[in-house]
């Protein structure tokens, strides 16, 4: 978990039993100009990290990055999250 706060991340939830951390960073807002209304947009970056005991002394962790974007301003948020694939994110967690 310090990793993750490190990396500018807050953690929303940590299951000890579960092996189940999840936590999301926010990017800067931008603010955008529209047809009519103004907007203020900004990036998510989600990570879950599941960490699981195979056997004695062995341990695998997996993880999942995900972004989205997201415009609170509108007059439904929208949200469209996808996998990031990238090995260099990965990469640089590890």
């Known amino acids: 978990m310090s990793l993750l706060a ?3 991340f807050r953690v929303l939830i940590a299951d000890a039993q579960l092996g189940l951390i999840t936590a999301i960073r926010t990017s800067q807002e931008r603010v955008s100009i529209g ?7 900004s990036d998510v970056s989600v990570v879950t ?4 005991e195979r056997v004695l002394r062995k341990t695998t962790v997996r993880t999942v990055f995900a972004k ?3 415009s609170p301003m509108m007059i439904r948020e929208t949200s469209a999250e996808h996998a990031v694939t990238d090995p260099d994110t990965y990469f640089k967690f590890y």
Do not use: M, P, Q, T
């Open 68 to 70: 989205s974007g997201v």
């Open 6 to 8: 490190a990396s500018g």
């Open 49 to 52: 990290v599941f960490v699981e």
């Open 35 to 41: 047809i009519g209304r103004l907007s203020r947009n």
